[in-house]
Nanobody, 124 residues
């Protein structure tokens, strides 16, 4: 299984980025997909997730109404649109795949496969 995240970069406060994650080696449409992030010196935290059929999405309170997760099961990709970025959004962003259920979809333990991460830096 490979998860390849891309789209990170340097952006000013208030700017936008779109992260993408391309998956291979798994039955993509059977997996929940999640985005997590890890800021320097901090633990990895949940950002957003989407159920296998795309019908349900979940967001951390800190990003709700600013970020949007989507997926294209035909292309085996999941995306994360980041809007109204703030310096505190600076982190390495990771995509993950797992057979997460509602009670675990926002937790690290809900995911089996992880990508390598892409760095998002928001300047003030």
């Amino acid at each position: 299984v490979q998860l390849q995240a891309s789209g990170g970069g340097l952006v000013q406060t208030g700017g936008s980025l779109r992260l993408s994650c391309a998956a291979s080696g798994l039955s993509f449409s059977s997996y929940s997909m999640g985005w997590f992030r890890q800021a320097p010196g901090k633990g990895r935290e949940f950002v957003a997730a989407i159920k296998p059929n795309g019908g349900s999405t979940y967001y951390a309170v800190a990003v709700k109404d600013r970020f949007a997760v989507s997926r294209d099961n035909a292309k085996n990709t999941v995306s994360l649109q980041l809007n109204s970025l703030r310096p505190e959004d600076t982190a390495v962003y990771y995509c993950a795949a797992g057979r997460a259920i509602v009670s675990t979809i926002t937790t690290l333990g809900g995911y089996t496969f992880w990508g390598q991460g892409t760095l998002v830096t928001v300047s003030s």
